[in-house]
């Protein structure tokens, strides 16, 4: 069975600093691009961050307002990917989600094969 447990969400204030985690199972991790998306109350879904399989050679690719202030890395020994996220701004405020694509390059920040559910960052201002 595939997983993908987001967990890591909580509250903090503007400026703050959270890591969220994406723990995974059921599936050939190496085959998969792992990426996170998020969705705000009243408002469409949004890709965050991918990083590339362990196959490829690691690469990231970011949202574009989110450069320079979140960090995906993996740990391709514990199947878990991290969203570093520091200088958070209300407008993060989201259900964030972890998501597997096939293929050892990220090709979309939105579309994914699995996912799971989320874990909701809320950023007070």
């Known amino acids: 069975e595939v997983q993908l447990q987001a967990s890591g969400g909580g509250l903090v204030q503007a400026g703050g600093s959270l890591r969220l985690s994406c723990a995974t199972s059921?599936?050939?991790?190496?085959?998969?691009?792992i990426g996170w998306f998020r969705q705000a109350p009243g408002k469409e879904r949004e890709g965050v961050s991918c990083?590339?399989?362990?196959?490829?050679?690691?690469?990231?690719l970011y949202k574009e307002s989110v450069k320079g202030r979140f960090t995906i890395s993996s740990d391709d020994a514990e199947r878990t990917v991290y969203l570093q996220m520091d200088s958070l701004k209300p407008d993060d405020t989201a259900v964030y989600y972890c998501?597997?694509?096939?293929?050892?390059?990220?090709?979309?920040?939105?579309?994914?094969?699995?996912w799971g559910q989320g874990t909701l960052v809320t950023v007070s201002s």
């Open positions: 998501g597997a694509q096939l293929g050892y390059y990220c090709s979309s920040l939105t579309d994914y094969d699995y």
């Open positions: 059921g599936f050939r991790f190496d085959d998969y691009a």
């Open positions: 990083i590339s399989s362990s196959y490829s050679d690691g690469s990231t």
